[in-house]
T-cell receptor
Framework: AQSVTQPDIHITVSEGASLELRCNYSYGATPYLFWYVQSPGQGLQLLLKYFSGDTLVQGIKGFEAEFKRSQSSFNLRKPSVHWSDAAEYFCAVGAGDDKIIFGKGTRLHILP | NAGVTQTPKFRILKIGQSMTLQCTQDMNHNYMYWYRQDPGMGLKLIYYSVGAGITDKGEVPNGYNVSRSTTEDFPLRLELAAPSQTSVYFC???????????FGPGTRLTVL
C-alpha cells in the first residue's frame, strides 16, 4: 500500500524568503501526487498535481513541485512567500487503487 | 454550481447516539470520499466510492458505514457514537482518481 511522509510538522519563514516543504512517498511504481493547502477553518484546495510527463509542475499561487523518482520525493517550493501563504499544506499520493492517502501536513508560519 | 455541500456544520452527540452526515455534489463526479481530520494527524480516509452502488473501505472505516444510491449523494453513518469519533469530517469528490478533489466545508462533530 502507498504511504506518504511529511517530515516537518511546522516550518517558519520570513515574508519574502524562499520556501521548500518536503514530501516523501512509498510506492513501487509511479504514483500520482498532489499538494493541497488548507487555510484556517476551510476545506482543502488543490495547489498542483503530477501523474506523468514533465517532472517539474507549476501550480497556483506561484507554487511549483518537482517529482524525483530516485529520491521518492515531491517537494513543494515557492521563491518568495507572502503573509497570505500561512496555512497548512498536505501532500497526497495515489497508487492506482482509487484511494488517495494524505500526509499529516506541514503548518507554515510567516514572520513579518 | 454549489460544488460539495455538507450538513450539518456542527453537531454534538452523546455516547451511543447515531447520526448521518450528509454530503451532496452537483458536479456529476464519479468518485466521492469521506475523510476525518484530527489535529496533527492529517486526513484519514474513512470510505470512498467510485460510482453509484460501489463503496469501499479506506484507512479507518471502523464505526462508520456509507451508501451511494445516487451519483450526487454519499452519506456517512455513525451507528454508536464514541468519543474517539470526535473530529472534523470532510467529504470530497472528483471526476477521476487522478483529478482534483473538491472538498466540502466540513462537519465538526463532538461526542461527549
Amino acid at each position: 500500500a502507498q504511504s506518504v511522509t511529511q517530515p516537518d510538522i511546522h516550518i517558519t519563514v520570513s515574508e519574502g524568503a524562499s520556501l521548500e516543504l518536503r514530501c516523501n512517498y512509498s510506492y513501487g511504481a509511479t504514483p500520482y501526487l498532489f499538494w493541497y493547502v488548507q487555510s484556517p477553518g476551510q476545506g482543502l484546495q488543490l495547489l498542483l498535481k503530477y501523474f506523468s510527463g514533465d517532472t517539474l509542475v507549476q501550480g497556483i499561487k506561484g507554487f511549483e513541485a518537482e517529482f524525483k523518482r530516485s529520491q521518492s520525493s515531491f517537494n513543494l517550493r515557492k521563491p518568495s512567500v507572502h503573509w497570505s501563504d500561512a496555512a497548512e499544506y498536505f501532500c497526497a499520493v495515489g497508487a492506482g487503487d482509487d484511494k488517495i492517502i494524505f500526509g499529516k501536513g506541514t503548518r507554515l508560519h510567516i514572520l513579518p | 454550481n454549489a460544488g460539495v455541500t455538507q450538513t450539518p456544520k456542527f453537531r454534538i452527540l452523546k455516547i451511543g447516539q447515531s447520526m448521518t452526515l450528509q454530503c451532496t455534489q452537483d458536479m456529476n463526479h464519479n468518485y466521492m470520499y469521506w475523510y476525518r481530520q484530527d489535529p496533527g494527524m492529517g486526513l484519514k480516509l474513512i470510505y470512498y466510492s467510485v460510482g453509484a452502488g460501489i463503496t469501499d473501505k479506506g484507512e479507518v472505516p471502523n464505526g462508520y458505514n456509507v451508501s451511494r444510491s445516487t451519483t450526487e449523494d454519499f452519506p456517512l453513518r455513525l451507528e454508536l457514537a464514541a468519543p474517539s469519533q470526535t473530529s472534523v469530517y470532510f467529504c470530497a469528490s472528483s471526476p477521476e482518481v487522478t483529478d482534483t478533489q473538491y472538498f466540502g466545508p466540513g462537519t465538526r462533530l463532538t461526542v461527549l
